[in-house]
Nanobody, 123 residues
Framework: QVQLVESGGGSVQAGESLRLSCTTS?????????MAWFRQAPGKEREGVAV???????RVADSVKGRFTISKDNAKNTLYLQMLSLKPEDTAMYYC????????????????WGQGTQVTVSS
């Protein structure tokens, strides 16, 4: 059974940092999947935040460039999203997703999803 489990969300003040983690079941080895983070704010569409492709390529959305960093630890089968200088507009449910490569920032391309972890940033 494919499982993606996010953790690390919480409520913070603007300017603070959080690190999200996504652990995967043994059926998904993140070294062979394109892994991504998405987020969805209330009343808005789910948007791509960052993707880590199997060839080592990383892409982040313009809205978080310079503040968010995607990384992974293949040995731990874990994906991370380091979020710095958080803003109230970063408030959303954050989801981890996986797909056979290549990856993208388009949610429609992804086959596997976690349940999400909530990030709330207050001003």
């Amino acid at each position: 059974q494919v499982q993606l489990v996010e953790s690390g969300g919480g409520s913070v003040q603007a300017g603070e940092s959080l690190r999200l983690s996504c652990t995967t079941s043994e059926t998904i080895y993140i070294g062979t999947y394109s892994m991504a983070w998405f987020r969805q704010a209330p009343g808005k569409e789910r948007e791509g935040v960052a993707v880590f492709d199997t060839d080592g390529t990383k892409r982040v959305a313009d809205s978080v460039k310079g503040r968010f960093t995607i990384s992974k630890d293949n040995a731990k089968n874990t994906l991370y999203l380091q979020m710095l200088s958080l803003k109230p507009e970063d408030t959303a449910m954050y989801y981890c997703a996986a797909v056979s490569p290549p990856g993208s920032l388009n949610q429609r391309d992804y086959a596997y999803w976690g349940q999400g972890t909530q990030v709330t940033v207050s001003s």
